[in-house]
């Protein structure tokens, strides 16, 4: 491999324009193809052989044109002090409010609070239900503004209105703090290179490939039913990824040029080495972000492969685009350890770097490891314990109107009908009987509701709304505790488990959906694939590291170190989501359950980005001990050329993800937050101690292969062993212009 990417180099950078000219017109396609491309809408929410799905496609199949799927909204009233809703000027208000809103062309139906009987059993507290045909992502604005217009004329009147449901449901936005994220990066690539054009190379590449992800995200959003998570998602770690990766390109280039070649050479070499270890770190986290299909909810899906995509076509910007662009910066771009004049460079500092009198802070580093491994491992791995503790209190749940911050009129409609009828209002369970195999439709229906009204925790049952059909049938329950309970989730399962006795007595099938028990299978069903996609990732990944490093220990290793930071990082998620602990700090409002989709996420995102830096950081220890270099020798090597690139790549990823915690979208915040700590722990716990600790540790006996696998397993050549064939000297080059002499 790391011949045919040295040959890859070497043909990007001598056919620069040619190269430019293809990426310049695949990012005009992109845009192109994203402006003319009709508006998506919110993507459908599905979750396939789930009990709450069943029940909802049956409702689709025997209720045509309810519009199931369309947006709601609640209007909620509230009296002045001392005043009922019943009282003359606030019916009045009321009633205005109900003929205001049934005029807009979107508007399917409105409830009138007084017809309807949708009044607190104080008189204190009414609400009337919107009902739309289009979802809350698809409502146009104008039907938005005249809801709020509506709820704002009823206000004037001296009452307190607020609207919940998912009328008024927005894109998120990032804020400006994911600008700042790119700006630190940019900060740290200035200081890691020396030199503004380097530094403006893996900016300049990453946004590239960026925007040709985002844009055919976009373009294909309606025809896919891709919903604006999965682009902000690809955004995140296509950013992430597509800087790192040509830091790393970039880096090895001006390592190279350090020690005499000529800049085709230099570029051959940069992704013959550094391009072999892009190409297996891009590979785990395609495996981990594609893997998100045996979790089989299509959402998941979806954002998994759009985000793999924008991955690999950072892998391919990175092999191609980054010699290119060398080839056009020519001298601008300086050898390892000289800087450009505007920042202090010059000779004097280019012979001292040169020299290596004075070892770097990576090189010392590791000699205090590998000095002293085991103090080193058992700090490393106490405080990464420590850090995992409140994962142990772990509770998860999908966020509703509920988790909304207290300054939102959602969450302050929430709190208005959990104070006028009880906390389960919120989130009622949808009961559906399906009488079709009964004989008596009516009487198992009416069986269904006597028996529902016995258990604990109901505070009302419906009546039972039947289609033209007679042989379904709809029964609304409110619980009495919360959406997010556990009560609740235990009411769920007691009408399911009757459900059994019912159908065997009467022949009906009785199914409970609704949002409230749609979040409790979602959860259930991530909970249930969890083991299963863990097994998978971490095994694909396993056997690709094998072939990587040519070693059975050392991707053990990595494997471990992987769950020790991603249970740290679920740790720090916990306590500061759930526990409110430094929530102020990051904008956090509203504490709770932890998002249902956030460990199994993070299982796949994490250990992706986490063997980037395995990859990066051991290949250069094992180019090292292949060479010939005693192991704790090899330690130090790859610390001296690897640690200052590995910690600005860490750093630069914290950074992008940072940059999404300033999201109005509790989930993007959560993940941002949840992916930026995460990154802290393994680069700079796991993978700058525990891993040298570790391999000081084994010696010799950390590349250890079995000599039956050694023969089996394809020798990929990561170290550029191979490349020594290439070692000649042609005619310098140093603006890279003219050809070199071919070997």
Known sequence: MATFLYKLGRLAFRRRHFVALIWVALLTLAGVGAASAPTAGSSSFSIPGTEAQKAFDLLEDRFPGMSADGATARVVFKAPDGGKMADAPNKAAVKKTVEELGDGSEVTSVTDPFKAKTISK???????????????????????DALKEAAQDARASGLTVEIGGDALQAVPETGSTEIIGIAIAAVVLVITFGSLIAAGLPLLTALIGVGIGVSTITALAKALDLGSTTSTLAMMIGLAVGIDYALFIVSRYRAELAEGREREEAAGRAVGTAGSAVVFAGLTVVIALVGLAVVNIPMLTKMGVAAAGTVAIAVLIALTMIPALLGYAGRKVQPAGQKSRLL?????????????????MGTR????????????????????????????????????DGSQPTSTT?????????????????????????????????????????????????????????????????????????????????????????????????????????????????????????????ALVVGLAFLLLIVVF??????????????????????????????????????????????????????????????????????RMREAYVHGERPGQAIVTGFRHGARVVTAAAVIMIAVFSGFIGSSESMIKMIGFGLAIAVFFDAFVVRMAIVPAVLALLGKRAWWLPKWLDRAIPNVDVEGEGLRAHDSDGPKDDDGDRELVRV
């Open 122 to 144: 104080d008189g204190t507290v009414a609400y009337a239900q919107v009902s739309y045909e289009v979802s809350g992502m698809e409502l146009k604005e104008v039907s938005k």
């Open 344 to 360: 202090g460079g010059g000779r004097k500092k280019a012979r001292e770097a040169a020299s290596g009198e004075r070892p770097n």
């Open 365 to 400: 580093w590791a000699r205090f490891v590998v000095r002293r491994p085991l103090a080193v491992l058992l700090l490393g791995v106490i405080g990464l314990g420590a850090a995992a503790v409140p994962a142990a209190s772990l509770e998860l749940g999908l966020p509703d």
């Open 410 to 534: 959602q969450r302050r409609a929430y709190d208005l009908l959990s104070e006028g009828f009880g906390p389960g209002f919120n989130g009622p369970l949808m009961v559906v009987v399906d009488a079709k195999a009964a004989d008596d439709p009516k009487g198992a229906v009416a069986a269904v509701s006597g028996t529902v009204k016995k258990l604990d925790d109901v505070v009302s049952v419906s009546p039972a709304t039947f289609n033209k059909a007679g042989d379904t049938a709809m029964i609304s329950v409110v619980p009495d505790s919360k959406p997010s309970s556990v009560r609740t989730e235990d009411l769920v399962h007691e009408i399911r488990d009757a459900g059994g006795d019912i159908k065997a007595d009467s022949g009906a099938t009785v199914l409970v959906t609704g949002s409230t028990a749609m979040n409790i299978d979602f959860s259930q069903k991530l909970n249930d694939a969890l083991v299963p996609y863990l």
């Open 550 to 619: 040519r070693s059975i220990l050392v991707p053990l290793k990595a494997a471990l170190g992987f769950l020790l930071s991603v249970m740290a990082a679920l740790g720090a998620v916990v306590a500061v989501f759930q526990w409110g602990w430094l929530a102020g700090l990051i904008g956090v409002e509203e504490t709770g359950p932890i998002m249902s989709m956030m460990p199994i996420f993070m299982v796949g995102v994490v250990f992706g980005l986490a063997m980037d830096y395995e990859v990066f950081l051991v290949t």
